[in-house]
């Protein structure tokens, strides 16, 4: 399995069999034609799944649907509230909702909550169990609202969380969002995601182009055992 970062909280998946894009925002370089999805993965005989959290533009491109014009197997897996917001249409897709789940002879797909809106997934193939948060995250905004406000948010996040964890007692690798927005308790989403679910590698995204501060997470990952990809630039890869 190979894992290539794209940009913001998107990735590619390659698999012998299929191939498989998560939030496609932009790739990764901004001439199209240079980019790793337009001038390589779109260009793949493998069947490819297209999936999509949600319907922030930082998260689903419309241009997705023009894929289907270019490649025949394509398979695209959105959260419903795309179509509810009219991004796409009711034949373009299949819409899961909470805990709705797809499955087929690649992949077995169930969608988790966010903490925002749309959903999260859980990915199972018959190499690797992944994770992908969406939005989800412990967006506690604690120098920003009052405490009654953020310890909301937080404990949102843990009901979510929990309800996975019942699900999934391990994670070969989750992509989960370590955004420095939230302030000087940035990682704690991330902290509480591997404390409470074993995960082997944790892909940072949502980070825009903080690179160092993602790195800094992965000293407190090693004492969970957890190793961190420290990603420097849009369009690197590693194999799982």
């Known amino acids: 399995m190979k894992i290539t970062y794209i940009y913001h909280s998107c990735f590619a998946l390659e698999f012998n069999e299929f191939n498989v894009i998560i939030d496609y925002y932009e790739d990764t370089s901004k001439s199209q034609e240079n980019g790793y999805i337009h001038s390589y993965l779109l ?7 297209v999936l999509s959290s949600h319907s922030h533009a930082d998260h689903f491109n419309p241009e997705v649907l023009s894929w289907k014009l270019q490649k025949s197997n394509i398979q695209y897996i959105f959260s419903k509230d795309i179509l ?3 991004l796409a249409n009711k034949e373009d897709a299949l819409y899961l909702d909470k805990l709705d789940s797809f499955k087929d002879d690649c992949l077995n797909i169930k969608a988790y909550g966010s903490t925002d809106i749309g959903i999260s997934f ?3 193939t018959s190499e690797k169990e992944i994770f992908h948060a969406g939005d989800l995250n412990n967006w506690h905004w604690n120098e920003e609202c009052p405490l009654e406000e953020s310890q909301e948010y937080e404990n949102n996040y843990l009901k979510e969380l929990e309800l996975l964890a019942k699900d999934s007692d391990h994670l070969d690798i989750a992509f989960f969002p370590i955004d420095p927005r939230l302030g000087k308790d940035y990682m704690k ?3 509480q995601f591997i404390n409470r679910i074993p995960t082997d590698i944790l892909a940072p995204m949502h980070f825009d182009n903080a690179y ?29």
């Open 212 to 240: 160092h501060k993602i790195a800094a997470f992965a000293p407190y990952a090693e004492t969970k055992k957890c190793k961190v990809m420290k990603w420097t630039s849009k369009g690197e890869s590693f194999v799982l």
């Open 122 to 124: 859980l990915i199972q």
């Open 189 to 191: 989403g991330a902290e």
């Open 43 to 49: 260009r793949q005989p493998q069947k490819l799944y």
């Open 84 to 86: 509810d917001a009219g």
